[in-house]
């Protein structure tokens, strides 16, 4: 079982639908990162929480820590959101410096 | 201001032989760490460095793969004796501060992506 896991895989919208993208993991983390990647590789840091919720514009990401339990939300989505959306953390139980990732979310929005 | 580059942008070599792939992280950031994603899954961590100093590179698949950064700011990822499995996105990444005390976040570069033939 991978230490971090996503689901959906792949996620097909319509845009202006709420999307919601989970993230869980098995082991005490520090923080939980949130990324996104567009085709060609690049990848932007979203989100780094936590603890409770932080929104930035039409984006919310929320964990649960007792749970160990994270999710994306996009509200009102817009085919420029189509990207890789990827859930990564660092971990208490590893040596200081790594994150290990989930394998993504493949958000599709159409027009 | 500039991000972190990656060049090449794109690799093809025929196996058996050797690649070298450069990054040059945000201009003093201290951490920089790199990655290696397999197509269709997410980054996997393969090494780390603090300024000059490899940390941690426990995540090296094989003796295959080396890493340096000897001045502090660039680093190369050197790959001898590619093998077709070794064909992937390699990401760096850098972070203003020394990583293991506190959360920051990893600036991204683009990635080289490297085939093997």
């Known amino acids: 079982k991978n230490e971090v896991e996503q689901s959906p895989q792949n996620l097909t919208a319509q845009e202006g639908e709420f999307i919601t993208i989970n993230c869980s993991y098995s082991v005490g983390i520090s923080a939980l990162h949130w990324l996104q990647q567009h085709p060609g590789g690049g990848i932007v840091s979203l989100f780094m929480l936590s603890s409770g919720k932080k929104k930035h514009g039409r984006l919310i990401a929320t964990i649960n820590i007792q749970e160990k339990h994270s999710s994306l939300h996009i509200t009102a989505s817009h085919p420029r959101d189509s990207a890789v959306y990827i859930c990564?953390?660092?971990?208490?139980?590893?040596?200081?410096?790594?994150?290990?990732f989930g394998e993504g979310t493949q958000l599709t929005v159409n027009p | 201001g500039a991000g972190v580059s990656q060049s090449p942008r794109y690799k093809v070599a025929k196996r058996g032989q050797d690649v070298a792939l450069r990054c040059d992280p945000i201009?003093?950031?201290?951490?920089l760490f790199w990655y290696q994603q397999a197509l269709g899954q997410g980054p996997e961590f393969l090494t780390y460095f603090q300024n000059e100093a490899q940390l941690d590179k426990s995540g090296l698949p094989s003796d295959r793969f080396f890493a340096e950064r000897p001045e502090g700011s660039v680093s190369t990822l050197k790959i001898q004796r590619t093998q077709q499995e070794d064909s992937a996105v390699y990401l760096c990444a850098s972070n203003p501060i020394e990583w293991a005390g506190a959360n920051q976040p990893q600036h991204f570069g683009d990635g080289t992506r490297l085939s093997i033939l």
């Open positions: 990564a953390v660092r971990s208490k139980e590893t040596s200081g410096s790594r994150l290990t």
């Open positions: 201009s003093g950031h201290v951490s």
